[in-house]
């Protein structure tokens, strides 16, 4: 979330040279290369050893944490939004629209059953 931010707040800073526009493009490929890596060793943990998972969820700690996974996914859909866009083509609105609703369901799900799971 936070190289994400950082991505942003670049991006969008109201005196811009073209060297922030590529330090921001740079952090957001790691933000992005994070994120990936992040989800990649979760999904392998869970598939590993499914009984961890109703474990972390019924933690009052770990818990807390499922909620940086929509937070970190939205960071990268403004990015894409900003950035990818001009450059992409007109399919990549689209895509990011698509990753919005998912990423906004997801919210929505866990703000929703975590205050009941604790």
């Known amino acids: 979330m936070g190289t994400g931010i950082v991505s942003i707040l670049l991006h969008n800073l109201p005196y811009n040279g073209i060297w922030l526009y590529w330090i921001s493009v740079v952090t957001f490929a790691l933000n992005v290369l994070l994120f990936s890596t992040g989800c990649i060793l979760s999904a392998i943990r869970y598939t590993l050893y499914p009984e961890i998972f109703r474990v972390m969820v019924m933690h009052p700690v770990q818990s807390m944490f499922i909620g940086t996974f929509p937070m970190g996914l939205m960071t990268i859909i403004s990015m894409i939004c900003l950035v990818c866009t001009p450059v992409w083509g007109p399919w990549t609105p689209y895509f990011a629209w698509g990753l ?16 009941f799971l604790l």
């Open 100 to 115: 919005w609703i998912f990423g906004a369901i997801v919210s929505v799900m866990t703000a929703l059953s975590l205050p």
